[in-house]
């Protein structure tokens, strides 16, 4: 069984069942299966977000392959995500207590615990009103530019998201907006990937999701160019020669599930 414990929770659970100890905690409830809860609870005056994985069975494992789906068997890839994008210097959540058991993907059982990131506010409400309301052009100037900077040196450290939607990045709201001084998070990293060198096939599914997020906000072409340049790191003619095969894919898949949403009656 692996275990690690940060306080508050490595005094309160010494020599206690922390599975038991973890299915105690009470709190908003976000998601609640079977197999899968996830929660924001408080300790000791601070708060914190807990996703537990429960054994999920061949039957889960099989119904997931079946839809083209990768299961997730457990929290252990979060945990290791976390800590990669934190050796990259990309801002994301902080891990206070971890831990999984079972001999293999049928019967694991694994928790994570994270602080929450408050006080926050995710980039899909930030730019909810974007298109009625436009911010000011410093401000979306330089939130275009942090969101390329940390999505390039996530997909550069080797970590692919496969929920790169702009409701996972959340901007710090601690102090007064300073749009030299902007902190954007990475968050749910529970379906990530971690490799020494990410494909262009999972660069590009994860650009594609964060396009397809932004559809609704009004993006202008220099938004688009603006974003290019700061993750790719090159001059924008470099980029549009080089990357035009990507580029043409990437805005396809962004437009197919954008239809795909207008036609299950997601209409904003």
């Known amino acids: 069984m692996k275990l690690i414990l940060a306080e508050p929770f490595k005094t309160l659970w010494s020599g206690r069942d922390v599975f038991a100890e973890v299915e105690k905690l ?20 601070r708060q914190y977000f807990v996703k537990i994985h429960r054994s999920i069975g061949w039957g889960e494992i099989f119904k997931n392959l079946i839809t083209a789906k990768l299961p997730v068997l457990g929290v252990g890839l979060e945990w290791a995500a976390i ?13 206070v207590a971890f831990s999984e058991k079972g001999s293999n993907v049928t019967n694991r059982y694994s928790f994570i615990i994270t602080e929450e ?19 000011a052009f410093a401000l979306r100037y330089a939130i275009t530019a942090e969101l390329a900077r940390i999505v390039g040196k996530m ?14 990045f959340l901007l710090d709201t601690t102090k007064p907006m300073n749009v030299r001084k902007l902190k954007l ?7 990530a990937q971690l490799r020494t060198h990410l494909p262009l096939r999972w660069r590009n599914k994860d650009l594609s999701a964060l396009y397809y997020s932004a559809l609704e906000i009004g993006l202008t072409q220099r938004d688009k160019w603006r974003f290019l340049k700061g993750y790719f790191r090159q001059p924008l003619r470099q980029i549009l020669t080089e990357q ?3 580029l043409g894919l990437m805005q396809r898949k962004a437009y197919k599930l954008y239809a795909r949403k207008l036609s299950l009656g997601n209409v904003p």
Not at 124 to 134: D, I, R
Not at 155 to 168: E, I, K, P, T, W
Not at 185 to 191: A, E, F, N
């Open 26 to 45: 009470q709190g908003q409830v976000f998601r609640e299966l079977t197999v899968r809860r996830t929660l924001r609870t408080e300790v000791d005056g």
């Open 83 to 95: 800590h990669r994008l934190q050796k990259l210097g990309v801002p994301t959540m902080t891990g």
């Open 117 to 135: 990131l408050a006080p926050a506010i995710s980039l899909e409400n930030l730019t909810v009103n974007w298109v009625a309301k436009p911010p």
């Open 155 to 168: 997909h550069r450290g080797g970590v692919n998201h496969r929920d790169c939607y702009l409701c996972h």
């Open 185 to 191: 998070s990475v968050i749910d990293l529970h379906r």
């Open 244 to 246: 035009s095969t990507s």
